[in-house]
């Protein structure tokens, strides 16, 4: 993989968050993507969000597997902790950092294949164990690495650039994560930044594990007449359930909304995602009608899009179900990680 580093001059007016830091220190390298995939507003969106939050680059870690989508970690946040896992496995990765230091924020980007297919078996079980991490799938249904070969989320009838049709059925990584339980679920379109950010920006705040399914279209293998992952498709098809505003509890934010359209959701550290609502009748802390609402858009080919589902009350979240150390375990004194030979011996009598 190859990398090419941006110029470091920034303009001495660029504005600044909280820690006087401007969104150029919030890049990464420059893109080596297509010019236009969506990936690369993923990207600025991904940016914006850390800026925004005014987060640490060194408390942040990245994480991916295989794909054009993996590569995306290196073209945000040069200063955060970085980890490239083998294709697929990039959860495990994520659990086990997770694990040895609760204290820093990770963020996994990983692609439909890479998440799918080889890797479903991994995101399967990240899920179930609520591990505290905001979890990006960049959805463009190929593989856009091996020359555009049907993924598993191609919808039936999609056509490929070379014509061909796919007849398999898909796997919707929203149905998959509310049937597994997760507590946060949301979909958006790469096109879309005005609501991207923010859903972006309530994960990072989630206290467990935050999927946001990504649809973002490839232009060179799958944006096309036929394909229901092109920019075309997703913009005729596109059904904002909710329009999302993130409102983080630190700063003031003066914002205006007509009576009875806000519906704030409190998050575990206090902050709120406000939800302006566009039917009347859906909650997002509904599970089951947040599963059976998409099933029934996706049957009628529409992307729904926003918080799809919440769980703000779960007991679930990784650290708390596996009473985990606060520490990180790198900064455990020696004598607290050695329990001794006493301790050892009465440990393994449990099994003779």
């Known amino acids: 993989m190859s990398y090419i580093n941006k110029p470091r001059v920034a303009h001495p007016s660029l504005p600044t968050n909280s820690l006087g830091m401007t969104r150029r220190q919030y890049e990464g390298s420059m893109s080596t993507l297509c010019a236009g995939c969506g990936h690369d507003s993923i990207t600025a969106a991904v940016t914006e969000a850390c800026w925004e939050l005014s987060m640490r680059p060194e408390r942040l870690v990245k994480l991916s597997g295989i794909g054009c989508s993996s590569k995306t970690t290196a073209y945000f946040v040069s200063g955060a902790h970085g980890f490239n896992a083998v294709h697929g496995r990039m959860p495990s990765i994520a659990s086990g950092a997770n694990a040895a230091n609760r204290e820093l924020t990770y963020i996994g980007v990983s692609g439909d294949g890479d998440s799918l297919s080889i890797g479903i078996g991994q995101l399967v079980h990240v899920i179930r164990r609520n591990v505290n991490m905001l979890y990006l799938i960049e959805n463009n249904g190929v593989y856009g690495l091996t020359k555009g070969q049907f993924s598993a989320s191609a919808d039936i009838g999609t056509k490929a650039k070379r014509g061909e049709v796919n007849a398999t059925a898909p796997i919707d990584p929203v149905l998959l994560a509310l049937s597994l339980g997760a507590t946060f679920v949301a979909r958006s379109f790469s096109g879309d930044k005005a609501q991207l950010v923010p859903l972006i920006q309530a994960g990072l705040r989630h206290n467990g594990f935050a999927l946001i399914d990504i649809l973002s279209p490839c232009v060179t293998f799958n944006d096309h007449e036929g394909s229901t992952k092109s920019y075309t498709f997703a913009r005729e098809n596109y059904h904002a359930v909710v329009e999302a505003d993130f409102v983080p509890p630190a700063e003031e934010i003066a914002v205006e ?16 995602v406000v939800l302006r609502k566009l039917d009347p009748s859906y909650d997002a802390t509904d599970r089951s009608a947040a599963y059976a609402y998409i099933e029934a858009k996706l049957k009628k080919h529409e992307y729904v899009t926003g918080l799809i589902h919440i769980d703000e009350n779960s007991s679930t979240e990784f ?14 004194p020696y004598e607290k990680l050695s329990p001794g030979s006493a301790a050892l011996n009465k440990l393994m009598n449990r099994y003779r």
């Not at 909304?257 to 709120?272: F, N, R, W």
């Not at 650290?319 to 455990?332: E, F, K, R």
């Open 319 to 332: 650290h708390t179900l596996n009473h985990s150390a606060t520490l990180p375990l790198n900064s455990i």
């Open 257 to 272: 909304y007509a009576a009875g359209e806000a519906v704030p959701v409190k998050l575990h550290d206090g902050s709120q």
